[in-house]
């Protein structure tokens, strides 16, 4: 890996007289996951390690970085330029089409070639990732957002508690299953580290209760794959009470497959985050709640403190190395207020 980015770095001072548009050929295969199976990455040499970016408080640039592409990112997206406006900072917001881990690693590479300061991302599979965050950190100020590498060594952690979010569904889906019953949930991969703590936190909540868990499916941040994995669920699974979908867009996708197949009403929905589709199905009672995050503050608060950072002020970072955004559970009773405040804190209103 030393070598790599040693060449990407000697890269970018050639290209620099070609303007600030030049950048690695899009045609270039991806890189290899650092850390991932079969394909180890010895770490980098402390001695190799170059130092970070000095402070520079009038010229600072940092980055956004998602797990994908979902539409709930644009809130997310809506933060980083509100904090850009008010800390004076250039932000770079960057998206993985397909939501791979590989496509991340090139994005971490490319931001640190062109000079940011600091990065916040959200790890696809941070227990495959850890080398390539642990080099990048070495770089710059690396914190993660949405969804933690503890194992790394991020300098912080913003957003959800996702094992009290995941308590949280469990108690949404307790009453929405009072006698209780069977569940099914669905997941864009039990890699990442939000996911498997909201499952975790489902399963403590629902542990004294009759609910009980049949499966977990993923579907690897395919929404068409995310639909047939519910389909497939109520054709094989007709005792199924409830479907849970843990990833914002889990839940239009469970609440289409559930209408296509003819069982709106018949089954329960419960799900996280706040969709146009998912809030509107609150609205229309088909879903029994949602348990919203606050993406815009992950936004504002990790450009807030990469700005920090940037600066110098560590002391920004508190002992926990953990920032908790709090949750919100949205449900038929106030899902119109709800929708009032999103559409006026994202400019829509």
Not at 202 to 219: F, N, P, V
Not at 281 to 295: E, F, L, N, R, S
Not at 303 to 332: M, N, R
């Amino acid at each position: 890996m030393k070598s790599h980015w040693l060449m990407v770095a000697a890269m970018c001072v050639v290209m620099a007289g070609c303007g600030p548009d030049s950048s690695p050929s899009s045609k270039e295969p991806p890189k290899p996951v650092a850390g991932a199976p079969n394909q180890p990455a010895p770490p980098l040499p402390t001695d190799a390690v170059p130092a970070k970016p000095a402070p520079s408080p009038d010229s600072i640039k940092v980055a956004f970085v998602t797990n994908n592409a979902s539409v709930f990112w644009t809130i997310a997206k809506a933060g980083t330029e509100k904090a850009k406006a008010e800390f004076g900072c250039k932000v770079e917001f960057r998206i993985p089409p397909n939501g791979t881990a590989q496509e991340q690693q090139q994005i971490l590479q490319d931001l640190v070639t062109v000079g940011v300061s600091g990065i916040a991302i959200s790890p696809v599979t941070p227990q495959f990732q850890t080398d390539m965050l642990n080099e990048a950190a070495a770089r710059v100020n690396l914190i993660t957002q949405d969804s933690d590498a503890p194992q790394s060594s991020r300098a912080c952690y913003i957003g959800t508690n996702n094992v009290d979010a995941g308590r949280a569904a469990g108690d949404l889906i307790k009453k929405a299953l009072p006698e209780g019953g069977k569940i099914m949930l669905f997941v864009g991969t039990l890699e990442a580290q939000n996911a498997q703590d909201r499952k975790m936190g489902i399963e403590e909540a629902i542990k004294d209760s009759k609910i009980e868990i049949i499966d977990t499916r993923t579907d690897e941040t395919d929404r068409a794959k995310a639909v047939a994995n519910v389909q497939d669920t109520l054709t094989t699974h007709s005792e199924v009470g409830c479907l849970v979908g843990l990833w914002s867009y889990n839940g239009p996708a469970i609440l289409n497959a559930v209408r296509s197949s003819g069982k709106l009403d018949k089954v329960k929905i419960v799900c996280f985050d706040e969709e146009d589709e998912t809030l509107q199905g609150v609205k229309d009672g088909h879903i029994a709640g949602t348990i919203v995050q606050q993406p815009f503050e992950f936004g504002y608060q990790s450009v807030k403190l990469l700005a920090q950072l940037a600066k110098g002020e560590e002391s920004a970072i508190p002992p926990s190395k953990q920032i908790f955004v709090p949750i919100k559970t949205i449900t038929p009773e106030n899902v119109d207020a709800f929708k009032a405040s999103l559409l006026e804190q994202t400019g829509k209103k």
